[in-house]
């Protein structure tokens, strides 16, 4: 067995390929035929549209359920004898491993003693940061917030005192039907001194990004966030 796994990015959204993955990327996951994926569908649409040096239904997609997929199942997709001549992993995220459930694989994989390859493609986590003008060298991603009014606005204060504390930079995302809501909220809840950056979209071509304090946020009309992949992040000013 070759016994390597190749972490693949997949697009944060409707963009062409050659905006966001590299030629060689392209190449290497083309040549695998065997994958651990999020989504079966997306994942096969995504393999179509990129090309294979298969037909797609000679590629094995084996589907990771983050919260019924097993150690032992995972194990047998990893030493399965499609993935001799290797294995990909695609998440629904960007990159895998990131903020995703796809990081039970690569720890299944390093036990395993299979070669770990991560290939360059676009994190929103990472994009966001580097474009927000925040603190890049401390900084905390918490994954989505709660959705409760209540729950959600003590939480949002208890990272803002965090951030002042610690000088962190707090980051997190919302389900984006969600995401006005959730900006209405910021507002509401967060000292007029923080600063705010709003990320939609990334890599796409509604991509828009934002930093302004919360003051300057709340004397302008709020941004489209409505259905569009968002990622917040602020910084509380000491």
């Known amino acids: 067995m070759s016994n390597i796994l190749h972490l693949i990015p997949v697009p944060?959204?409707?963009?062409?390929?050659e905006a966001w993955l590299p030629q060689s990327v392209?190449?290497?996951a083309a040549h695998l035929r065997c994958f651990i994926v999020e989504n079966a569908k997306t994942a096969r649409a995504f393999l179509k549209q990129?090309?294979?040096?298969?037909?797609?239904q000679e590629i094995t997609l084996y589907q990771l359920d983050k919260h019924g997929t097993s150690k032992q199942q995972i194990q047998q997709w990893l030493q399965s004898p499609a993935a001799a001549e290797g294995i990909g992993l695609m998440s629904e995220a960007g990159c895998p491993a990131v903020a995703d459930p796809g990081a039970?694989?690569?720890?299944?994989?390093?036990?395993l003693g299979f070669t770990v390859k991560p290939h360059v493609g676009p994190s929103?986590?990472?994009?966001?940061?580097m474009a927000s003008g925040l603190d890049g060298q401390n900084f905390c991603f918490?994954?989505?917030?709660?959705?409760?009014t209540d729950d959600q606005a003590r939480t949002l204060k208890l990272w803002e005192q965090l951030s002042k504390k610690q000088k962190q930079s707090q980051i997190f995302i919302e389900t984006p039907y969600r995401n006005p809501g959730l900006f209405d909220s910021l507002l509401k809840t967060l000292e007029p001194s923080t600063r705010l950056c709003v990320a939609r979209a990334l890599t796409t071509t509604d991509e828009w990004v934002r930093t302004h304090t919360v003051s300057q946020w709340r004397n302008?009309?709020?941004?489209?966030?409505?259905?569009?992949?968002?990622?917040f992040l602020f910084?509380?000013?000491a």
């Not at 302008?220 to 990622?231: C, F, G, M, S, V």
């Open 235 to 237: 910084q509380a000013h």
């Open 12 to 17: 944060l959204g409707d963009s062409p390929n």
């Open 142 to 148: 918490h994954g989505y917030v709660p959705r409760q």
């Open 50 to 56: 990129m090309g294979t040096d298969a037909p797609i």
């Open 124 to 129: 929103s986590i990472l994009l966001g940061l």
């Open 220 to 231: 302008q009309p709020a941004p489209e966030l409505n259905k569009h992949p968002t990622l």
């Open 26 to 28: 392209q190449q290497t």
């Open 104 to 111: 039970a694989v690569v720890a299944m994989a390093h036990d």
